[in-house]
């Protein structure tokens, strides 16, 4: 992975003293709330509910294991013992103490780490596919450009007071990952007609409140003309982006306003215009980042069958819970964060440090977060997975679910967020005790549950194959659920299948609509296949047959 | 007299904005509205014209203009309206805007003077109640950058020339 030099270094230790100083001058009433906030923003520190929150920036998802240890440290020193992991692969912790925040960046830029842009109207930390490096059908690995990316994003001089956030996902695989399309840009790495590698850019993607796939607006870009091009796509949006109303002011509502066509054009003739001022990196500079991703020191291994001979248990974690690997010998582990009784994405310090621990032992100290909230050991030894299993049981991290529907992904919800209208959490949960059966959810296969508690779609639900979003009746906790909803492949918005209903409907209204899928299902087909075959109508009607909610 | 921050040092300020008391001979700073209703009124004026620019401006509508200003101002409403930095950039880099390039309003404040400079702005007007000496300091907050930019902080290291 890549390792910080001097300058890097130099950086986040000033980052950390400005922030210091900026802190200092609040507490001391030289700024006012309203001063403060943007400033800190963007060094991820929100106030929440009961505390502040801070997330750290997790760089498209990749730590080292003794990153990985302080996190844990940081944890239980400066807060109760756990963090959450979020969609965009960085890691929250809820409790910390506004006056120890510059400490917690101090540590953090102690092992290379920062909370830099990870909150904010700038751009945010880039996330990219959790395989990346890894998987049999890459084109090449997307992370030198998230690192590049990172890089020139950080404090950039023209784009750090934006209109509104902006999130960047950038792919390596033909298969989408990284939910790139409902990003306000999404970088697909491909192959030009005489082999060359470049990128199809996407923008204006997103979800929130007004949820939009993006469109592509350059089939082809040229390595060398990413950040010229990316300045271009930031100059229109920084000048011409909505500022009067927050809701209004991604740039998706700027393509949307102007159309993808005439938007295309602008970004095209300000590329050009801007040719000879714009950043191109040194091609030194492109081969010491790359450098840094190199494939790891594999040994040379043969696949083999490690379910041989193994009970069912090992079996169904091998199959739910493991993935393939470029290479022969190998395989991809999940880490799940997902146990039935566990809040989605959270981890306790004594669980991280044992995960860095095995890490450092299988899967050379590497650790991997993904935007389904889980950990990924990206580089096991197939020989090693029965113990692997067995490790990550005792942690209560092997919970053989990944891909099925209590694999959810959920927002904090009202138990933390201050924008939330829903507690998310204790939904989850109930979904969880509905489910429990592993037989039943692994006959019902693959299915993506999407929580958010508000429309600000933390939780992704717009792109679930069932998504679900609490919202606020009366100062009632109600739910509305929507179907067919899809980020990766075939990316498409779920559609609201009728009125909301109250919190402890949720989990049977669930159960009601994949029972419809297993009555409807032809051999094999998935439930969002059999969604798209038959349609949303036996669904809904089965999803309110019983209990009738009010409108 | 008020004074501003300019190539890091604190000056008088001899300009003056539109409004403010003036004689025909003194340095005037005008709004590029104004400007643009009645050029020969400012045109014909004997001392040096300065344009303000509000963040709506179009920049590229007052690039012709340029040769004949000593100084454009950029107007920054509040530290969170961003569009001013787009503009300094432009003023700079595309029509090499050569005069002085002034930061104005209540969003110049400590915090974003690093980026203003290295945005191109070599004056800052600084909003009322900061103190100029934070402000010169939190000029040398970083002596790193990742991107290239305006020569106005002194930079040891940068990245993208390395």
Redesign the interface.
Known sequence: MYRYD??DQ??VE??V??FRD?TRRYLAGELSED?FR??RLRNGLYIQRHAPMLRIAIPYGLLASHQLRRLADIARRYDRGYGHFTTRQNLQLNWPALADVPDILAELASVQMHAIQTSG?CVRNVTADHLAGIARDEVDDPRPYCELIR??A?????????PRKFKIAVTGSPEDRAASEVHDVGLHLVRGDDGALGFAVLVGGGLGRTPIIGTCIREFLPLSEL?AYLEAIL?VY??FGR?DNIHKARIKILVKSLGAERFREQVEAEWE??R??A????A??VERVRAFFRPQRYETLEDFDATAGRDSAFRAWYRYNTRPHRVPGYRAVFVSLKAHAAVPGDMSSAQMEAVAALAERVSFGLVRTTHTQNLLLADVRQRDLFDVWRELAALELATPNIGTLTDMIACPGLDFCSLANAGTIKVARQIQQRFDDLDYLYDLGEIELKMSGCMNACGHHHVGHIGVLGVDKHGEEWYQISLGGSANGRTALGEVIGPSVPQHEVAPAIERIVEVYRELREDGERFIDTLRRVGHDPFRERAYALHPAAA | MRCILRQRELVADPWRHLGEEAGDGDSLIVPFAQLRTDPQRWRTRSGPLGVRLAPADRAEELAAELPRLSLVAVEFPNPGDGRGYTTGRLLRERWRFAGELRAVGAGVRQDQVFLLARCGFDALELAEGEDPAAALRALQRYDVAYQPGAPGVALRRQRFFA
């Open positions: 001097e300058l130099a950086f000033q980052r003293a400005e900026q001063q943007p400033l109207n890089q020139w950080t404090l950039h001089p023209e784009f750090t007071y934006l950040f100059r920084n000048r500022r215009a801007g000879e001022s950043p191109h990196p040194a030194a500079e």
